[in-house]
């Protein structure tokens, strides 16, 4: 079973991947309707766009102006434009990524990295806060300078403040890293008492998810895993970052806080999972 796995997670990454410097992640348009000024064609169809007033549509993301009936039909071929980006947190996970050409977000990548370089063994690594304000400061650093954000230790020496930020960074997310598509399933597999067929079961599921979402969740649980190695230095095993990044990186579509309490260890439990079998899932 575990080589089932690692053919097909091998295949999806080598999918994902034209080359080191572009990587092939759908996104959808994010059009709204819009009142142009001056004659505006279709960059679908080429027609005119007739009317005086909500002519078409337009993609806040790229900029592409289409009919509104044209814009069920155009690909799912985004490339959101950096000048329309105005933040880092907050903004949809798929856009930022296309935006930046980058495998992942970057304030995932640059948290990581700060982290295991000072922190893997801090005891109550994740679960320990920081202070709220000094998160917020990195947060406004993200949103301002992007990839030049500075979080070194010389800034920021208490390494809770930097895996706030990443935490914040999840829970601002406005579709989490485990989609509100695959959040049932996730949740349905987890409830599988058969050890083996939760893991299979897991494993289907996590191939469902958006390929910038998959790649996160991949790296996101590799870098825990070693949080784990360390757990003799700083107490976090897989069970305790579950209950930690449960209801951080996954959240039921309805915002139900019944669902949610009902549902928190079963998220504890996937996140358990991922961490202890990110080798054979990922």
């Known amino acids: 079973m575990a080589l089932q796995f690692w053919i097909s997670s091998l295949v999806r990454r080598a999918a ?4 080191d410097n572009h990587f092939n992640y759908e996104k959808t348009h994010n059009f709204k309707v819009h009142t142009f000024r001056g004659p505006h064609w279709c960059e679908y169809c080429a027609n005119f766009m007739w009317g005086l007033i909500a002519q078409g549509v337009r993609c806040s993301d790229c900029g592409l102006n289409v009919h509104k009936q044209c814009s069920k039909h155009v690909p799912n071929d985004c490339q959101p434009d950096l000048k329309r980006i105005k933040k880092v947190y907050c903004c949809d996970l798929t856009t930022l990524v296309k935006a930046h050409n980058t495998q992942r977000p970057m304030v995932v990548d640059i ?18 806060s920081g202070f709220t304000e000094h998160i917020e400061d990195v947060k406004m650093a993200f949103d301002r ?19 706030g930020a990443l935490k914040l960074y999840f829970r601002d997310l406005p579709i989490p890293v485990i989609t509100y598509d695959t959040y049932s399933k996730f949740i349905e597999a987890a409830k599988i008492s058969n050890a083996d067929e939760r893991l299979e079961a897991v494993h289907e599921v996590l191939m469902l998810l958006p390929p910038a979402h998959y790649e996160t969740l991949r790296y996101l649980m590799i870098h825990l895993k070693k949080v784990t190695m360390n757990e003799k230095d700083n107490l976090m095993n897989a069970e ?7 209801p951080t990186l996954m959240r039921p579509p309805e915002d139900s806080t019944l669902t949610t309490l009902h549902d928190m260890r079963y998220q504890k439990l996937i996140v358990q999972i991922l961490i202890e079998n990110e080798d054979v899932l990922f």
């Open 111 to 128: 948290c990581i990295r700060e982290i295991e370089a000072r922190g893997l063994k801090s005891e109550g690594l994740y679960r320990v």
């Open 240 to 246: 305790n970052l579950g209950i930690v990044f449960g």
């Open 16 to 19: 994902l991947t034209h080359n």
């Open 145 to 163: 300078d992007g990839e030049k954000a500075d979080i070194s230790a010389n800034i920021y020496p208490d390494i809770n403040i930097i895996t």
